[in-house]
């Protein structure tokens, strides 16, 4: 059984920075793509950041180019993903997806929650 | 970037009713289109891939159509438990990958 496990969030301030993780199993973690994707409160679903499986191709959102980093380490079967320079925006529940090998998101994990405020 | 747009924002059907969504692209996403559904508090969940083929363990009363910039996803048979917020998802081009704002199908 394929699960995602994303851990890391909290309450942050304005400016601060924040990582998340994801702890994948149940699949062979270095054939997949991964992505993070994330939800306001009470809004529609954004594609943050994705990364390939050997780490040679990664996008960003331009919402959070500059500002925030994909990483994967397939030893630990697990993803990251540094947020920098936070702004009130990027509040939202942050989560792990599973690339299909065509870039839709077959799995999901259950979400981190992120909240950047004073 | 591709825009997706999808309409209406709410549907209101009735139990046992056809729902009928869409999903429109801002140029050409080919067949490169997912669908996914989200209930309250829950994660999405894939429904559709390929514009027209239905993810594991999907029951065949969702069917989804279209290609280039037109899609639809439809639900034969309401059920109660298909209330939910349904997205739609270019994977044509990346970065970035896109999705629709969102439509809230609801019991009339």
């Known amino acids: 059984e394929v699960q995602l496990v994303e851990s890391g969030g909290g309450l942050v301030q304005p400016g601060r920075s924040l990582r998340l993780s994801c702890a994948a199993s149940g699949f062979t973690f270095d054939d997949y793509a991964m992505h993070w994707v994330r939800q306001a409160p009470g809004k529609g679903l954004e594609w943050v950041s994705g990364i390939s499986w050997n780490s040679g191709s990664i996008g960003y959102a331009d919402s959070v180019k500059g500002r925030f980093t994909i990483s994967r380490d397939n030893a630990k079967n697990s993803l990251y993903l540094q947020m920098n320079s936070l702004r009130a925006e990027d509040t939202a529940l942050y989560y792990c997806?599973?690339?299909?090998?065509?870039?839709?998101?077959?799995?999901w994990g259950q979400g981190t929650l992120v909240t950047v405020s004073s | 970037e591709i825009v997706m747009t999808q309409s209406p924002a709410t549907l209101s059907v009735s139990p046992g009713e056809r729902a009928t969504l869409s999903c429109r692209a801002s140029?050409?996403?080919?067949?490169?289109l997912a669908w996914y559904q989200q209930k309250p508090g829950q994660a999405p969940r894939l429904l559709i891939y390929g514009a027209s083929t239905r993810a594991t363990g999907i029951p065949a009363r969702f069917s989804g159509s279209g290609s280039g910039t037109e899609f639809t996803l439809t639900i034969s048979s309401l059920q109660s438990e298909d209330f939910a917020v349904y997205y739609c998802?270019?994977?044509?081009?990346?970065?970035?990958?896109?999705f629709g704002q969102g439509t809230k199908l609801e019991i009339k």
């Open positions: 997806a599973k690339d299909s090998e065509m870039y839709y998101f077959d799995y």
């Open positions: 998802q270019q994977y044509n081009n990346w970065p970035p990958l896109t």
């Open positions: 140029q050409s996403v080919s067949s490169n």
